[in-house]
T-cell receptor, first 113, second 113 residues
Framework: AQKITQTQPGMFVQEKEAVTLDCTYD???????LFWYKQPSSGEMIFLIY??????QNATEGRYSLNFQKARKSANLVISASQLGDSAMYFC??????????FGTGTRLTVIP | NAGVTQTPKFQVLKTGQSMTLQCAQD?????MYWYRQDPGMGLRLIYY???????DKGEVPNGYNVSRLNKREFSLRLESAAPSQTSVYFC????????????FGPGTRLLVL
C-alpha cells in the first residue's frame, strides 16, 4: 500500500527566500511517480512538478525543484525566491497502482513580506 | 479550451436527497477521476474511469455511483446524501495511463444538512 507523509502542518518563509517542504513516502512498487500540487485559498488544485522513480535527475520547473532521495524515500519540494503568491496549501502525492493519486495531508505555506 | 469543468460550484442538500455532480473535460483525455477533500486532509479517490466505458472503485466509494457518459463526461451521483458526505469534490482527468499528470477541475463544495 502507498502512503504519503507530510509532517509540517504549517511553514513560514520570508519573501525572496527559499523554502523546503518535506514529503516522505512508502511503497512496495518498484515503479512510482511523485507529484506536488498547490492549492491556493480559491480552492483549485494546481499541478507543480512530477518526479518518476526511474528519473536520474531531480525534476525542476521554474522556481520549483523536487529534491528526490530514493534511498530515504523522500521527495521534498524546494521553492526558490518565494513570492507572496506562493502562500497556499501544498500537497505531495504519489501515483497508486495504474491510476489514482494518494495525497498527503498538506503543508500550509505563508510567505511573509 | 476550458480544461476540466464542474457543476455546480456549490450545493446544499438535506439528508436523504439525491444529486448528481457533473464533470466534463475538453482535452480528449482518456482517464477521469472523482476525489473528495475533507477539512485538514488530502484528496481521497472515490471512483475512477480509466477509459470510456469502464469505471472502478477507489478508496472511499461507499454511498456513491458514477457514470462515464462518453469520453468527455464523468458524473458522480449521491443516491441518498448523508452529513458525512459534506466535502469538496474534485474531478480530474489524465491524458493516457502512460502520462502521469492529472488535471483538476475547480471543485464542488457540498453541504449535507
Amino acid at each position: 500500500a502507498q502512503k504519503i507523509t507530510q509532517t509540517q502542518p504549517g511553514m513560514f518563509v520570508q519573501e525572496k527566500e527559499a523554502v523546503t517542504l518535506d514529503c516522505t513516502y512508502d511503497t512496495s512498487d518498484p515503479s512510482y511517480g511523485l507529484f506536488w500540487y498547490k492549492q491556493p485559498s480559491s480552492g483549485e488544485m494546481i499541478f507543480l512538478i512530477y518526479q518518476g522513480s526511474y528519473d536520474q535527475q531531480n525534476a525542476t520547473e521554474g522556481r520549483y525543484s523536487l529534491n528526490f532521495q530514493k534511498a530515504r524515500k523522500s521527495a521534498n519540494l524546494v521553492i526558490s525566491a518565494s513570492q507572496l503568491g506562493d502562500s497556499a496549501m501544498y500537497f505531495c502525492a504519489m501515483r497508486g497502482g495504474a491510476n489514482n493519486l494518494f495525497f498527503g495531508t498538506g503543508t500550509r505555506l505563508t510567505v511573509i513580506p | 479550451n476550458a480544461g476540466v469543468t464542474q457543476t455546480p460550484k456549490f450545493q446544499v442538500l438535506k439528508t436523504g436527497q439525491s444529486m448528481t455532480l457533473q464533470c466534463a473535460q475538453d482535452m480528449n483525455h482518456n482517464s477521469m477521476y472523482w476525489y473528495r477533500q475533507d477539512p485538514g486532509m488530502g484528496l481521497r479517490l472515490i471512483y475512477y474511469s480509466a477509459s470510456e466505458g469502464t469505471t472502478d472503485k477507489g478508496e472511499v466509494p461507499n454511498g456513491y455511483n458514477v457514470s462515464r457518459l462518453n469520453k468527455r463526461e464523468f458524473s458522480l451521483r449521491l443516491e441518498s446524501a448523508a452529513p458525512s458526505q459534506t466535502s469538496v469534490y474534485f474531478c480530474a482527468s489524465r491524458p493516457t495511463l502512460y502520462q502521469e499528470t492529472q488535471y483538476f477541475g475547480p471543485g464542488t463544495r457540498l453541504l449535507v444538512l
